[in-house]
């Protein structure tokens, strides 16, 4: 392959930045095809291709083979250190805690869905789809990661910069909780399906424009997700303890003799 002067790949690299600026593409939206980028910026496929390729490495953009090429989201300094960072330490002291971002995710996604049925652009759509697809993996490591894509994917499509940036510092809180919710209830197959009803329920409101619809049913999915988990948490203390009584038992006993 033949690699252009870093010169030239730095000035083409700039004209794709000023692009996605002038036309307002946000996370998660698609450039247009190679092609047509190409002609619109008046410089060869191969030039262009190695932009995208120094854009790709630079994390501004990320490249889905046979998928086209998207704009990734930045993540902010203060979104990592003021929001995400003092919620891993209160989770690392009280695990109990996990039950907090499940009830801000009630009144952040509540808003994420309603805003998203309204403003959802056919590219925001096409990805929230792509990724609800994606949530029926038999893999319960790729089902649950592509559980948060679907959520930060209705975030996206709402095109409020605060709520985004809110869901986003949230990163790694969500993929850590709903990997181990959907791990758990991946188990359980009615659970898992009422799962796959309810994602489908937000997906269709939001396709249709249905902005309350789509408000209730992130409500109710959320809420579902909450009490399973709770449940969830009570058998297994429950069973816990029914396992450490009689252990307990025998060794006061062995004391004894």
Request: glycine share 4%; hydrophobic share 40%; proline share 4%.
């Amino acid at each position: 392959m033949i690699v252009m002067p870093r010169r030239l790949a730095d000035e083409v690299a700039t004209r794709v930045r000023a692009l996605i600026e002038e036309q307002q593409l946000e996370a998660g939206m698609r450039l247009p095809a190679e092609r047509q980028l190409a002609i619109q910026l008046g410089v060869s496929r191969n030039s262009l291709r190695e932009a995208l390729a120094k854009l790709v490495s630079e994390g501004l953009l990320v490249s889905r083979r046979g998928g086209g090429t998207f704009v990734r989201w930045q993540h902010e300094p203060w979104s990592e250190q003021n929001i995400v960072q003092p919620l891993k330490s209160l989770l690392a002291d009280d695990p109990d805690y996990s039950f907090d971002i499940l009830e801000a995710r009630h009144a952040i996604e509540a808003s994420t869905a309603w805003h998203a049925a309204l403003r959802a652009t056919e590219t925001d759509k096409e990805k929230i789809r792509m990724c609800f697809e994606a949530t029926q993996s038999d893999d319960p490591d790729l089902a649950s990661q592509a559980d948060v894509r679907f959520h930060l994917a209705i975030a996206e499509a709402s095109h409020n910069v605060v709520l985004l940036q809110t869901m986003r510092g949230f990163f790694d809180l969500l993929q850590s909780s709903v990997k181990q919710s959907r791990q758990r209830m991946y188990l359980v197959p009615p659970v898992f399906a009422r799962l796959t009803e309810q994602h489908q329920a937000v997906l269709d409101a939001i396709l249709a424009g249905d902005a309350e619809g789509a408000r209730q049913a992130m409500m109710s999915h959320l809420g579902f997700v909450h009490t399973t988990i709770k449940q969830f948490d009570e058998d297994r203390a429950r069973q816990a303890r029914i396992t450490r009584l009689p252990g307990d038992h025998n060794e006061h006993s062995r004391e004894n003799h």
